[in-house]
């Protein structure tokens, strides 16, 4: 009974994937420095939020609601609340789960022991041994000419910026045919 249980488990192990990094999982937003979520984004605090949808979805979406006609749709976005004029950028980001698939790892390292190849080519594992699979964010930083981040805890705009960036962030998940949204403003 113990020796068919450990190998129940030995099959299990072998069957399964080593993660190496797990992209994070936001039910509904985050505020948090650009640069800590991801690298390449700048050190501003940031609304972030994951995209299910296409990628070019949001870029269409801000570009038919603040009707842009493709021209600085990524940078220098107006809005207004409160009688007071604000400005948005937004960055598509990917951020990928990573795992390293243990039962390939162990064919591809007998078959190159088997055939004794210096160029031997993996055959199961994917290239570069890891499995990759991508998680898309959108990242929204606010500032206006009185403040350089309203999204900053000490931003005197915090809370009203925030409120219009959650119904806008709502109101992007639940359209899917932006040219209504010209319609409802």
Same mark, same amino acid.
């Given at each position: ?141 606010? /500032?206006?000419?009185?403040? $350089? @981040? ?8 915090? *809370?009203? =910026? %925030? &409120? /219009?960036?959650?119904?806008? $962030? @709502? ?8 040219? *209504?949204? =010209? %319609? &409802?403003?």
């Amino acid at each position: 009974m113990k020796k068919s249980l450990s190998y129940v488990f030995l099959l299990i192990f072998i069957q399964s994937c080593i993660p190496i990094r797990i992209a994070p999982n936001i039910s509904d937003y985050k505020l948090t420095t650009g640069k800590k979520f991801k690298r390449n984004l700048p050190k501003r605090n940031m609304f972030i939020f994951e995209d299910p949808k296409e990628a070019g979805h949001f870029y269409d979406y801000v570009n038919i609601k603040f009707q842009l006609n493709d021209e600085d749709v990524y940078d220098d976005v107006p809005f207004v609340v409160d009688g007071i004029q604000y400005f948005f950028a937004f960055y598509e980001t990917e951020i990928q789960d990573k795992s390293i698939p243990i039962l390939a790892a162990l064919m591809d390292v007998a078959l190159s022991r088997a055939t004794s190849s210096d160029d031997y080519e993996p055959v199961f594992t994917p290239k570069g041994g890891v499995y990759r699979k991508g998680n898309w964010y959108i990242a929204i930083e606010v /500032y206006s000419d009185l403040e $350089k @981040d309203c999204l900053g805890e000490n931003s005197f705009s915090r *809370e009203v =910026v %925030l &409120k /219009y960036l959650r119904s806008l $962030k @709502d109101e992007y998940l639940s359209t899917h045919n932006y040219n *209504e949204i =010209v %319609l &409802k403003n």
